[in-house]
């Protein structure tokens, strides 16, 4: 069981993801404003809009039922619950409970399944087909994520998110071949969980009016936005934690946590950079055509799993 | 009391129910509960029984039978004595069901469903705790006959022909396994199981005894490729012996499995295990794939049964690789694993069925898409389905998950440590265990939203109302043994591992160390589900500060807007359907689909082929040509058209081919 300085370095780690969202989601806008030679909103605009949102009426449609009223709360709460089991600035999990890869994996499964769900519960046919759809997309990630992630755990000989990184960073692992290939179709698996384009098919903006989003407002809406930034935050930082762990804190030294924040910041801010590029220079993919895009992620995996067997 | 005399009253209240609901059958009202209360009392019996085995030591009794050759052997081992806690409390739930339930049938034979249902429950005790295979055989006969007579209580014309696949199936599936034991009662000399224990067959003949049995008994627990019945057999029942047949029964397949492959014939050779691990893997993904397609509730349960199997049997498959290879973690975990799930589905597929049966009591319709909104007429039954459904959906801290994550982590020991076979499969099998899970959440948030949520779709669905108290409370009791069991982690998993060592006979692993529990050391992993729970509820309250933070001044909830619907006046019609739902997925899967109407037809195409045995006797031609050139000339033509679908024209199938290529060479060359 945690201790209480454990759970309170969890909880801290919690809050300030949560409050941070917001700025990530409004970093990855002006820069996409740049890029288009767009002035853009600022970096804040996004804590703007939530606060606007969340002085509004909440409405929902006469058929929606709770599902539909409190998923925003759920998904908020297991956000955060998979904020306090992932390792962020640190190398080991903040809480050891909770941070196994197979427990983190299916927690973002308890996301998906209410978000899913609130789609169907409003009764709207937009909502309806961007629940259909963000579950399919999991349907098709989620082979890849886990065997990429199995991969690299088997080296390791640890399921312990913590375990397989320290394995990673400090040269523990017999095949680097293997990890190299793992780590890149779990990015790739990462990729599509973002809901950027050109795998934005859940929440289309211009296709669905949003997906399950459509018929939110109000303080629901503001809590939603908090938490698809959140999560993209959540999804980049479990990346991080089992493939790129170098530089994060080794133990709970002032100096190293402060380093393993910066480290944490810089590696944010490349790869949102890179997904800034990337999502600036392509189009939609046609959601019929999808599935050959995972199949190739699940063919880096498998060939990952093959340098793994004869030891490459 | 001894667990054998618990067992006994138990057994005695099962007869009295079971003659008892005959005998009254003139007087419906009596014969309900009759057979209710009865089958109540003896289950309550049973479960008592159950935990005193799993509390106490085993215990064998030996009665003077009739017949000379075949001693009336009774014994409550930990296995035993943890199927029959599961039959019995699956039975309790049912029977308090049954009372509101049954009167559905008012008119049709209420009796005789309270004497099939009784005696069905009671065979399936018998089945568990028979130490003699003849006995053994008796009872597993007795409990397919009153199955089927469940099956075919509708006596239309769908539940005829069900029924009789089912006949089919099970009594093809009994041949097989009577085979295999009297293969081992060659070895053994008689055919009493201690004596098959202490003389086991050779390899060659315990192998074959062995894959007759997985014939049988995965034909029971509805394996594929031997599932066909299923589907079909467990719609058409009643929905609280559905519940049962779900729940319970094809876990007697499982049960046997066990019971011959590691109790009899001690384990075996590696391969068994590779056998039913493969097999595992391919049911759960297949059966929750079709299951996606089904928009007839019922079914779609039924065919999660066969998914669900499918874990099951990864974990035991894992547990007897673990056990052949003298790898005693692996093997305690794999069997933790399995034997875990084998509980928890029985809970949430028995929840499941009776929510099922509830709204179908209301609605008088098994079809989904008329269906929707019943969330806001029956608020208890949707509140306890979606607990099941989260349960099945391996959402965590419930049971499903706990289970789920044990099977992963037995998977991940044994390919930390196995043979080459062992460690190319079990990771494969893991990431086939994902794949279920995945496609496990879309079906049943499907399942859920299309009865519960939305717009009603029906004017039944419209006008229903929550169902009675009786049928109310079964589920609430089956709920709350879901949390129960994923919260109680902790206490229930060394409860599993002590029944999982005893049946292997090896040493103890360190599974639960206070609130949390492991796969055998807190160096691999750790997991604790009350702590899940409590940050779950906890972290609920921040998004509740800080929508709160900013309600001064804000206008009240208003629920009057309608979906946005571009302009049109949104109606009932354009929201999603079970159908629409799952579109994508027979999209992708496309092949898979096309498999299975495949198998339906091959039982056809075998009458088929038996005529045409017949005319091809008759037949007098130029045999040369017939079977030497034809053939070859069909090969050749077959072959090039083969050849001509690997040339796709996708670009990234043209990858994956380099991509299997370089795997294939690989492995080649390095090993």
């Known amino acids: ?209 949003e997906g399950p989003l459509t018929e939110y407002s109000g303080p629901s809406l503001a809590l939603l936005k908090i938490a698809m930034g959140l999560k993209q935050l959540l999804i980049l930082a479990f990346l991080f934690a089992v493939f790129l762990p170098f530089g994060s804190a080794t133990d709970m030294g002032i100096l190293s946590v402060v380093i393993g924040l910066v480290v944490f910041i810089i590696k944010i801010a490349v790869v949102a950079l890179i997904l800034g590029v990337v999502e600036n220079s392509v189009a939609r993919a046609r959601f019929r055509l999808t599935p050959r895009h995972s199949w190739s992620g699940l063919g880096i995996a498998s060939l990952g799993f093959v340098f793994y067997l004869v030891g490459l | 009391m001894t667990s054998f005399q618990l067992l006994a009253i138990s057994l005695t209240f099962s007869v009295l129910a079971t003659f008892g609901s005959l005998l009254s059958a003139r007087n419906e009202r009596l014969a309900i509960a009759m057979s209710g209360g009865g089958g109540l009392l003896a289950a309550v019996f049973g479960c008592l029984a159950g935990f005193s085995v799993l509390l106490g030591a085993p215990a064998v009794v030996d009665i003077t039978g009739p017949f000379a050759f075949a001693h009336f052997v009774l014994r409550l081992d930990a296995l035993s004595g943890l199927m029959v806690l599961v039959i ?136 594929i490729p031997l599932h066909v019945w299923l589907p079909r057999a467990h719609p058409a029942a009643p929905s609280h012996a559905s519940a049962l047949m779900s729940g319970v029964m094809i876990k007697i397949g499982i049960f046997g499995i066990l019971k011959v492959g590691v109790d009899l014939l001690g384990g075996g050779v590696l391969w068994w295990g590779i056998t039913v691990l493969v097999l595992g893997a391919i049911s759960s993904v297949l059966g929750v794939i079709y299951a996606l397609a089904e928009h007839d509730i019922k079914r779609l349960l039924a065919y999660h049964s066969v998914e669900n199997i499918g874990i099951i049997m990864m974990g035991v498959g894992t547990g007897m690789i673990g056990l052949a290879a003298d790898q005693p973690l692996v093997a305690v975990l794999g069997l933790l694993a399995g034997l875990y799930h084998l509980v928890n589905h029985a809970v949430f597929k028995g929840l499941l069925f009776l929510g099922a049966g509830a709204v179908i009591y209301r609605l ?123 919260l109680g982690a902790p206490v229930i998993v060394p409860a599993m591992s002590n029944v999982a060592t005893s049946v292997l006979g090896m040493a103890p692993v360190e599974v639960a160390d206070g ?115 034809t053939p070859a000339i069909g090969l050749v033509d077959s072959a090039g058209r083969r050849m001509q679908m690997l040339q796709g024209g996708g670009l990234s199938t043209y990858c994956l081919y380099i991509v299997a290529a370089l795997a294939a060479l690989l492995l080649i060359t390095l090993r």
């Open chain 2, 515 to 629: 609130m949390i529990v492991m796969p055998g050391g807190t160096n691999k992993a750790v997991l604790s589900t009350p702590l899940l729970a409590v940050l779950l509820i906890g972290l609920v309250s921040l998004p509740v500060m800080i929508s709160a933070l900013f309600a001064k001044g804000r206008a009240g909830h208003r629920r009057a807007a309608d979906p946005w619907a571009c302009g049109y006046l949104p109606d009932a019609e354009m929201t999603v359907t079970a159908h629409s739902f799952a579109q994508p997925i027979r999209m992708f899967f496309a092949p898979l689909y096309t498999t299975s109407r495949n198998v339906g037809k091959s039982a056809q195409k075998l009458g088929g082929g038996i005529d045409a045995c017949v005319s091809a006797a008759r037949r007098i031609e130029p045999m040369f040509d017939r079977l030497l050139v």
């Open chain 1, 1 to 209: 069981m945690p201790t209480l300085s454990q759970f309170l370095i969890a909880l801290l780690q919690a809050l300030v993801l949560l409050a941070v969202a917001p700025l990530f989601t409004g970093f990855l806008r002006a820069m996409r404003a740049r890029m288009h030679t767009r002035c853009g909103p600022s970096v804040l605009q996004d804590y703007r809009d939530i606060v606007k949102l969340l002085k509004r009426q909440d409405m929902q449609p006469p058929a929606a039922g709770f599902a539909f009223r409190f998923m925003p709360i759920v998904m908020v709460a297991t956000l955060l619950t998979i904020t306090m089991a992932l390792p962020v600035v640190t190398r080991a999990t903040p809480i050891a409970g909770l941070g196994d890869m197979i427990t983190v994996i299916y927690l973002f499964a308890v996301v998906r399944f209410f978000f899913s769900l609130s789609g169907l519960d409003s009764g709207s046919s937009f909502a309806g087909i961007g629940a259909s759809r963000e579950l399919t997309l999991g349907v098709l990630v989620e082979p890849t994520l886990v065997l990429s992630i199995l991969v690299a755990a088997l080296l390791a000989g640890t399921t312990d998110i913590g375990g397989i990184g320290a394995a990673i960073s400090s040269g523990h692992v017999s095949s680097l071949g293997a990890v190299f290939l793992a780590g890149v179709a779990f990015a790739f698996a990462c990729y599509f969980e973002l809901g950027k384009l050109p795998y934005d098919m859940a929440e289309a903006e211009q296709e669905l009016q």
């Open chain 2, 88 to 223: 019995s409390a699956l039975a309790a739930v049912s029977s308090i069901y049954s009372f509101a339930y049954v009167r559905e049938y008012e008119g049709r034979g209420i009796g005789a469903m309270g004497f099939f249902f009784n005696l069905f429950i009671a065979s399936m005790v018998l089945v568990v705790v028979a130490d003699n295979a003849f006995w053994f055989l008796v009872f597993f006969e007795m409990m397919s006959l009153a199955s089927y007579f469940l099956v075919i209580f509708d006596q239309d014309e769908e539940a005829v022909s069900a029924g009789f696949i089912y006949f089919l199936v099970a009594h093809a599936g009994s041949v097989a396994i009577m085979i295999g034991f009297f293969l081992m009662a060659n070895a053994a000399g008689s055919l009493d199981f201690s004596d098959f224990r202490a003389n086991r067959p050779g390899e060659l003949a315990g192998s074959i005894a062995f894959v007759l049995a997985l014939i049988g008994f995965g034909a029971k627990a509805g394996m």
């Open chain 2, 364 to 486: 008088h319709t098994k079809d989904m898409d008329k269906m929707g909104g019943l969330a806001r007429t029956m608020p208890w039954t949707s509140a306890c389905f979606l607990i099941g459904a989260l349960a099945i959906s391996a959402i965590p801290p419930l049971n499903g998950f706990v289970s789920e994550w044990f099977t992963y982590q037995a998977l991940f020991a044994a390919a930390l440590e196995g043979t080459f076979l062992v460690r190319f499969s079990t990771p494969i099998a893991a990431t086939a265990l994902a794949l279920t899970g995945a496609l496990a959440v879309m079906c049943f948030v499907k399942a859920y939203g299309e009865m519960f949520s939305g717009m009603p779709r029906s004017k039944k669905a419209e006008d229903s109302v929550e169902a009675p108290l009786p049928m109310v409370a079964g589920m609430l009791l089956l709920a709350a043994a879901c949390i129960a069991l994923g």
